[in-house]
């Protein structure tokens, strides 16, 4: 784990390599290269041979380091898909299933004996989902459900293999409380702990992006970034102001999605219009 005064925060542009997030594992990911897009704060983070082709209506939601190859999580046309790449040139997509119908993924985390993805279901209503799979290809729906209208943001793997979740309560509670679920049979039944269980360490806040970091977990937690070695109780490592404070003057739009840890001490936080620092 990384302590506040060793971290610099670094900002990606646009949806790219970083900034959609490398869940970090046991070995480490390809090197990746930034290209200076002009002379002020803009930069863009890529892997060399990074070069997927999708189907047309496709959604790219994140893009993930899982130990020894990349994962794209998204949709198309058909429903929930995950794209699987050993060197970022050839791609392997997900089967489609009934499971996956409708469906678009944003966070996908690996464990000892296979993987689970968090998303979205749009029909026959809305709904927060979550899907377990043995090798990536194959997906099936977790046997516990969320409530309706409750929101799931992140996924990742603690050092024991166990599977850690993160959402909000959506319009059940009237927009408020945030939730946090575990797994230890490799996603498919789920421990829920609610508003009050667990502590996010801050008021009203819930972690939208969580990502293992060395044996713990890191997440943005709101807009700041926190660290926690059991992913229910979490301390404040960077506050908003704090990574506000660190823009380049007139440059700082807000960061919407994506946390990564880097090996040398900084974080990579991105989304739409992130500058570099």
């Given at each position: ?71 794209i999580t998204g949709g198309d046309e058909r429903g929930a898909v995950v794209w699987w790449s ?44 979550i899907w377990h799979s043995a090798d990536g290809l194959e997906w099936e729906r977790a046997q ?122 900084r974080f990579v936080i991105g989304g739409r219009g992130m500058t570099t620092i």
């Amino acid at each position: 784990m990384h302590g506040l005064a060793t971290r610099s925060i670094v900002m990606v542009l646009g949806t790219c390599l970083a900034a959609a997030g490398i869940a970090t594992a046991a070995a480490d990911p390809p090197a990746v290269e930034a290209k200076q897009a002009d002379a002020s704060a803009w930069q863009e983070v890529w892997h060399p041979e990074f070069r997927p082709t999708f189907r047309a209506r496709s959604d790219m939601q994140g893009v993930h380091w899982l130990g020894d190859r990349f994962a794209i999580t998204g949709g198309d046309e058909r429903g929930a898909v995950v794209w699987w790449s050993d060197d970022g040139v050839e791609w392997e997509r997900s089967r489609r299933s009934a499971s996956t119908d409708r469906g678009l993924v944003s966070s996908i985390a690996a464990g000892p004996d296979g993987f689970v993805m968090v998303g979205i279901q749009w029909a026959p209503k809305p709904r927060a989902r979550i899907w377990h799979s043995a090798d990536g290809l194959e997906w099936e729906r977790a046997q516990t459900k969320l409530p309706p209208g409750s929101g799931i943001f992140s996924v990742a793997s603690t050092e024991d293999g166990t599977f850690v979740a993160y959402g909000d309560l959506g319009r059940v509670r009237n927009d408020n409380g945030c939730w946090m679920g575990t797994s230890v049979d490799g996603g498919v039944t789920w421990d829920f702990r609610w508003e009050g269980d667990w502590d996010p360490g801050s008021v009203d806040d819930c972690v939208v992006s969580v990502a293992r970091d060395g044996s713990g977990l890191v997440g943005r937690i709101g807009r700041g970034i926190s660290e926690s070695t059991d992913g229910a109780t979490w301390q404040q490592l960077a506050t908003w102001k704090e990574i506000r404070g660190t823009f380049p003057q007139g440059k700082g739009r807000r960061h919407d999605v994506g946390l990564v840890p880097l090996d040398d001490g900084r974080f990579v936080i991105g989304g739409r219009g992130m500058t570099t620092i």
